[in-house]
């Protein structure tokens, strides 16, 4: 698989061609933004520990009957996927509550909600990914009812199936964020699962061990990175 020239330069990665054209390459780099990206700095190796993270997972719901672009992790920066066409609706589950569910509802960092939460945000960054329901997404076109239902269904599995991994290594996933796209025909999960889209705490001692450490400066940022990295990898 040859590289080819470079697609699209986002926040947290690089999209690169392939000479397969149904194949693209995922290039992770070490930059962070939080706040739609009002704070930006750099995470030493996150791109590394992301790549990995992200590989450990898809290869476990692979394992588990769902669907991704993840083909091959190809270097410890690059992951070739196959190539999309993005369902531009951020797809976040809460299991938990944390970040803008305390902001906007008042409710207690932490508490454990009575079932999981879903809610879709429109991918965009210049409306700052605003919330939507399932009648937006219909009108804007985003996505027809059926393939909603498939996100749907597939975002509940992933939820229950990655509680489960991450319980075994003594953690919590408090709540993610993921994307879908179009592939031949089919909804497949897509761009990266990892500390910057999950948030992730040691369970019992409540120990943030994602991006939250570098939205509100906590310190020992590389460290969780790598303690996930470890846990993922055993
Ligand atoms: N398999 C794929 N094929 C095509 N595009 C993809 C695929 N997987 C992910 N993408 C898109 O590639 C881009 C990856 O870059 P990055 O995550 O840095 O993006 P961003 O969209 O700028 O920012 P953010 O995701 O933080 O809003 C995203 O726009 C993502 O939706
Ligand atoms: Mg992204």
């Known amino acids: 698989m040859e590289k ?9 990665k690089i999209l690169y061609n392939t000479n397969d054209p149904d194949f693209v390459i995922q290039y992770f780099k070490d930059d962070a933004t939080a706040f739609n990206a009002a704070k930006k700095g750099t995470i030493e190796n996150k791109g590394v520990f992301n790549n990995k993270i992200s590989t450990k997972i898809f290869e476990y719901l692979k394992s588990e009957g769902v669907p991704s672009h993840f083909e091959k992790h190809l270097s410890d920066r690059e992951m070739l996927v196959k190539k999309v066409e993005i369902v531009p ?3 976040i589950i809460r299991n938990k509550a944390a970040g803008s569910f305390c902001r906007n ?45 498939v996100i749907k269904n597939y975002t509940f599995k992933i939820n229950a199936l990655m509680k ?20 031949k025909g089919e909804i497949i999960l897509a761009d990266e699962i990892s500390p910057d889209t999950c948030r992730i ?17 906590m310190g020992d940022i590389e460290e969780a990175y790598q303690e996930v990295l470890n846990r993922v990898s055993k």
């Open 105 to 149: 509802y008042g409710a207690e960092q932490g508490v454990e909600l009575s079932s999981p939460v879903l809610e879709y945000c429109y991918k965009c960054d210049e409306f700052n990914d605003p919330l939507m329901n399932e009648y937006h997404i219909q009108v804007l076109n985003l996505a027809t009812p059926e393939e909603l239902e």
């Open 164 to 183: 489960q991994f991450f319980a075994k290594l003594n953690l919590d996933l408090v709540d993610f964020k993921i994307e879908f796209g179009r592939c």
């Open 89 to 91: 609706i951020e797809v």
């Open 4 to 12: 080819k020239g470079q697609i699209y330069e986002g926040k947290a």
């Open 201 to 217: 705490w040691e369970a019992g001692t409540g120990k943030k061990l994602d991006k939250d450490r570098f939205r509100h400066d």
